[in-house]
């Protein structure tokens, strides 16, 4: 994660998974990675990025588990799949 913060423009923290959820939505950031999301975290703020087409998964790429707890990352589609990427040879 070191090496992915040099290499994005900022990082910020809101301290809330549903305001992240919803900036990812509006488009005021562009994505959102955390370690350990429940449940009840995810499911709503999921909803609505998928509805203005954003996408959210595990860190592998695999569908979210909402019964259990989950690495996420959630992003706008265009730099989804190259943020797995970088996370993923970080490995």
Not at 31 to 40: D, E, F, K, V
Request: glycine residues 8%; negative net charge.
């Amino acid at each position: 994660m070191h090496e992915l913060v040099r290499k994005v423009k900022g990082t910020r923290s809101y301290g809330s998974a549903a305001l992240e959820f919803a900036y990812i939505a509006e488009g005021i950031i562009d994505a959102y990675i955390t370690m350990r999301l429940q449940p009840w975290d995810i499911a709503a703020g999921k909803i609505i990025v998928d509805e203005v087409g954003g996408v959210t998964t595990r860190v592998d790429g695999s569908s979210l588990d909402l019964l259990t707890g989950n690495t996420v990352i959630c992003s706008n589609k265009a730099i989804h799949e190259s943020l797995m990427t970088f996370i993923q040879e970080k490995e």
